[in-house]
């Protein structure tokens, strides 16, 4: 079964500063992975995904991240953070060949960035 | 706009009572899904349908059932609500299973 692990429920930056969210899958098969973005009081919202193509993945807002089979990762970074990344953001994997009914959140990293 | 749409925003239920959250979708997706949210867990699934008349268990089946008559409207009941079923749900939907999902707004549930 696929899951994933997300480090840091609770990541601060400076804006301007980096911002790098970590997560790490664990996948039998091939995976899809995501990362989903969520402001306060909405739904979830696709940043990026990828699906077997180019291991960086470039999203909405200035996100990227790269898929790194070696070291089991999909890192969400973007090089300077402004305050209106402030959100929630949930890494998730599916099996490849599979359907969202097989997809796995992580619990989530609340992202704070400081004036 | 198109989108999923999800009523009621939010509620406080009386344990004990039946409840059902209404999800409905205009994008004409195959499949849908519920999950719900709490704190520290990240999202889980509860139930999913891969195409109208058909449903699945996901994660967290027990104590809720769905139905999907129809292609747009995938409601969520709580036969009998319990204060561990509070929580934050979401419906969510897409294309066919191979494509991402999208979600809706959500309904805070608070079971008393």
């Known amino acids: 079964a696929q899951s994933v692990t997300q480090l840091g429920s609770h990541v601060s930056v400076s804006e301007g500063a980096l911002v790098l969210l970590r997560c790490n899958y664990s996948s039998s098969v091939p995976p899809y992975l995501f990362w989903y973005v969520q402001y306060p009081n909405q739904g979830l919202q696709l940043l990026l995904k990828?699906?077997?193509?180019?291991?960086l993945v470039k999203g909405i807002n200035g996100f990227e991240a790269e898929f790194k089979k070696s070291e089991t990762s999909f890192h969400l970074t973007k090089p300077s953070a402004h305050m209106s990344d402030a959100a929630e953001y949930f890494c998730a994997v599916r099996r490849g060949s599979g359907n969202n009914n097989d997809m796995r959140f992580g619990a989530g990293t609340r992202l704070t960035v400081k004036p | 706009i198109a989108g999923i749409t999800q009523a009621p925003t939010s509620q406080i239920l009386a344990a004990g009572r039946r409840m059902t959250l209404r999800c409905t979708q205009d994008m004409r997706h195959n499949a849908m899904y519920w999950y719900r949210q709490d704190l520290g867990l990240g999202l889980r699934l509860i139930h999913y349908?891969?195409?109208?008349?058909?449903?699945g268990k996901g994660e967290v089946p027990d104590g809720y059932s769905v139905s999907r008559a129809n292609t747009d409207d995938f409601p969520l009941t709580l036969a009998s609500a319990v204060p561990s079923q509070t929580s934050v749900y979401f419906c969510?939907?897409?294309?066919?299973?191979?494509?991402?999902?999208?979600f809706g707004q959500g309904t805070r549930l608070t079971v008393v």
């Open positions: 969510a939907s897409s294309d066919s299973g191979q494509t991402e999902a999208f």
């Open positions: 990828y699906t077997s193509a180019a291991t």
């Open positions: 349908s891969n195409t109208a008349g058909t449903t």
